[in-house]
C-alpha cells in the first residue's frame, strides 16, 4: 500500500509565496514521474508541472517563471516552489506520483490534495 502525503497548502496574498511537499511511503523501490496538478472549483484538473527520474521537468505556461518543481529521490518526495502567487492560482493541488515496486510493476497514485488560495 502507498501512501502520498501532501502539505504546504495556506492562504496567502498575491505576490506571496507557498512551498508544496508531497511524500510518499510504502513497499516502493522507485519512482518514476512525479508531478503537481491542481483543480479550481468548476474547473477540470490540470497539469502544473512535472519531473521525470532523471530531473527533467516540464511546466505549464502559466507558471512558468514562477513555479519551481524539484524531488528528493531518496525521501520519495516532491516539492513545488510557487513564488509571485496570483488569485488565478487558487485550486486545490494533488501531487501524482508513478511508482514502481519490487516487483517491477508500475501503479499511478495521487494525494489527497492540498488547498492553496490566494486573495487580492
Known amino acids: 500500500q502507498v501512501q502520498l502525503v501532501e502539505s504546504g497548502g495556506d492562504l496567502v496574498q498575491a505576490g506571496g509565496s507557498l512551498r508544496l511537499s508531497c511524500a510518499a511511503s510504502g513497499s516502493i523501490l522507485s519512482i518514476n514521474t512525479m508531478g503537481w496538478y491542481r483543480q479550481a472549483p468548476g474547473k477540470q484538473r490540470e497539469l502544473v508541472a512535472s519531473?521525470?527520474?532523471?530531473?527533467?521537468?516540464n511546466y505549464a505556461d502559466f507558471v512558468k517563471g514562477r513555479f519551481t518543481i524539484s524531488r528528493d529521490n531518496a525521501k520519495n518526495m516532491v516539492y513545488l516552489q510557487m513564488n509571485s502567487l496570483n488569485p488565478e492560482d487558487t485550486a486545490v493541488y494533488y501531487c501524482k506520483m508513478l511508482v514502481v515496486f519490487p516487483s517491477s510493476k508500475t501503479y499511478q497514485y495521487w494525494g489527497q490534495g492540498t488547498q492553496v488560495t490566494v486573495s487580492s
Open positions: 519531473i521525470s527520474s532523471v530531473g527533467s521537468t
